[in-house]
């Protein structure tokens, strides 16, 4: 069980340009992804909502926005701000530079990790963590330990996945995408619909309403592009949670799950949370496309169960205190 805590989080993504934009979005009705892009190509794609232009400055004017609205609600006085460590998890970092600018565009992770942090307003230590598509959970254990440690009070931890052509030719090399829409947990899915936010969490080790009772990864060695359609790495990644947690299967009273489309990972998604719970408690998917590739951040909620990480307002009843887990297997995609 840990001692760490969310101050804050803010969000840009598809759904809109902050997390309340995008509250609301998932209130109404569903985001309808764009086609004939020149991300996505003739794929559906989920954009951030502003305007087209270099990549480079794209992507800055979206990290100032989300760093506006979190250092807002985070309320810390200058200097603390300015002292912050800063995490960043993304599975591609700046490569969609290179969609523009060639070879000469690109830069290393950890440079665009300060781009970011820079952007943020923080100066204190930077990390850039890639896991493929749990980079963003990498980026939260790495923030917890430091809080465990007592090596930092706060951490500001970055998951981000921007526009770029390379994911989008890979996961459709990969068969993973869907051609029309994303439904998961739906007999008639057909894979997956890629998109691009950038979410953001201080993490802190002050008591707040919401804390991140237990952290869990796991490996799925079954496959280089899928699990195992039994779910058993992902049952033993979700045990791991809830003992961390010190949770019973009975305690737990919504899963938010992973599942984007794909017809083997959400069976084997399926197959676990069967395996573990007698009923099945209330559960939502996080969204109808893979909104941020690299894990992103945005919302307590989004770590809510052991069993996620989505975009929805958490439910009033339920308990105020979250495990997360991720199962990974050595490709591009997360179990």
């Known amino acids: 069980m840990t001692g760490a805590f969310v101050r804050a989080c803010a969000l840009a993504s598809a759904l809109g340009p902050d997390l309340e934009a995008a509250v609301e979005r998932l209130a109404g009705a569903p985001a309808v992804p764009a086609r004939n892009t020149k991300t996505g190509g003739a794929w559906p794609y989920f954009a951030i909502p502003v305007a087209e232009g270099d990549w480079r400055r794209r992507a800055e004017a979206i990290a100032r926005s989300v760093a506006e609205d979190l250092r807002r609600k985070a309320a810390l006085a200058p200097a603390q701000w300015a002292a912050l460590p800063c995490i960043v998890g993304s599975s591609s970092f700046s490569v969609g530079a290179w969609d523009e600018g060639g070879w000469a565009a690109l830069e290393p992770s950890f440079d665009f990790s300060l781009r970011l942090a820079k952007a943020f307003g923080v100066s204190g230590p930077v990390t850039a963590v890639s896991t493929t598509c749990t980079s963003g959970f990498a980026a939260l254990d790495i923030a917890l330990g430091l809080i465990a440690q007592g090596e930092?009070?706060?951490?500001?931890?970055?998951?981000?996945?921007?526009?770029?052509?390379?994911?989008?030719?890979?996961?459709?090399?990969?068969?993973?995408?869907?051609?029309?829409?994303?439904?998961?947990?739906?007999?008639?899915?057909?894979?997956?619909?890629?998109?691009?936010?950038?979410?953001?969490?201080?993490?802190?080790?002050?008591?707040?309403?919401?804390?991140?009772?237990?952290?869990?990864?796991?490996?799925?060695?079954?496959?280089?592009?899928?699990?195992?359609?039994?779910?058993?790495?992902?049952?033993?990644?979700?045990?791991?949670?809830?003992?961390?947690?010190?949770?019973?299967?009975?305690?737990?009273?919504?899963?938010?799950?992973?599942?984007?489309?794909?017809p083997l990972a959400d069976l084997a998604e399926a197959n676990a949370v069967r395996e573990l719970f007698s009923p099945v408690p209330r559960s939502v998917s996080r969204c109808s496309s893979r909104a941020s590739r690299a894990g992103a951040c945005p919302r307590p909620g989004d770590f809510q169960s052991p069993t996620t990480r989505s975009a929805s307002r958490p439910p009033a009843a339920t308990r105020k205190g979250c495990a997360a887990c991720c199962s990974t297997f050595p490709g591009s995609a997360e179990a």
């Open 152 to 262: 930092a009070r706060e951490v500001l931890v970055l998951g981000v996945e921007l526009r770029n052509r390379l994911t989008v030719a890979g996961f459709a090399g990969l068969q993973l995408l869907s051609a029309t829409a994303a439904r998961p947990c739906d007999r008639g899915r057909d894979g997956l619909v890629l998109g691009e936010a950038l979410g953001a969490v201080l993490v802190s080790a002050v008591p707040a309403p919401w804390r991140i009772a237990s952290l869990a990864s796991g490996m799925d060695a079954a496959s280089v592009t899928g699990p195992s359609p039994d779910g058993t790495a992902t049952a033993k990644t979700m045990r791991a949670a809830m003992a961390g947690a010190r949770w019973e299967s009975a305690a737990v009273d919504l899963i938010k799950l992973q599942s984007g489309g794909g």
